[in-house]
């Protein structure tokens, strides 16, 4: 079946590690972003990336890394350098080229600073 | 920058009523897409109805519609006969054609009453 696999569903972290969330799609699309959920703020954008090796920043990309080495995966690095990172983390992709095209998402991941 | 705004946090309405969400957004593009999405519980994120701005019939997907109102900015979510299923956060969502930065608002939280 295709979808977007995010993994994994729980992750804790201490203070002023870095971890790393992952996202992998099989629908052969082309977009990839990463979303950060918290209470009251709705869906806030972190990074996104419209093709391999390329991606921008969104509103809050501060504290926050990603890579685009392969069209299916789009993984996403908390550092130490965000300072408020426990939330609740959305993958999402969608096809481009200026084609009306929902976004699919993942399940998300919930990130715990312990 | 687009921004989308949506003015109602939380909603409860009996079940079988109809309830309408509402949905604003600033842009300055003539060429855009809508979308509402839907949270249940479960927090997997679903699309329920897209909207192209270019077209002036609303769309309809079943139970759900929408009143797109282009020179207003607005894009409000009409949901008939409501069901216990229909319980959830759902977000507005903008994407500029060609971009492919999908924008969110903060949401509502719909509780559909038995």
């Known amino acids: 079946d295709g979808g977007i696999t995010q993994s994994p569903k729980y992750l804790f972290r201490k203070e002023g590690q870095n971890v790393t969330l992952s996202c992998e799609q099989n629908l052969n699309h082309d977009a990839m972003y990463w979303y950060r959920q918290d209470p009251g703020q709705g869906l806030r954008l972190i990074y996104y990336?419209?093709?391999?090796?390329?991606?921008q920043k969104g509103d809050i990309a501060e504290g926050y890394s990603v890579s685009r080495e392969k069209k299916e995966s789009f993984p996403l690095t908390v550092t130490s350098a965000q300072k408020n990172p426990t939330a609740f983390y959305l993958c999402a992709s969608s096809m481009t080229g200026g084609f009306i095209a929902e976004a699919f998402f993942g399940q998300g991941t919930r990130l715990t600073v312990v | 920058a687009q921004t989308v705004t949506q003015s109602q946090p939380e909603m409860s309405v009996q079940e079988a009523e109809t309830v309408t969400l509402s949905c604003t957004y600033d842009t300055s593009e003539s060429n855009y897409y809508l979308f509402w999405y839907k949270q249940p519980p479960s927090r997997q994120m679903i699309l329920v109805i897209r909207q192209e701005a270019y077209k002036q019939q609303n769309a309809t997907e079943n139970r759900f519609s929408v009143n797109f109102q282009k020179a207003a900015k607005s894009f409000s979510l009409k949901i008939s006969d409501s069901q216990l299923g229909d319980t959830a956060m759902y977000f507005c969502a903008f994407m500029k054609r060609l971009d492919d930065k999908i924008i969110f608002g903060k949401g509502t939280r719909l509780h559909i009453l038995p």
């Open positions: 990336s419209q093709i391999v090796n390329d991606f």
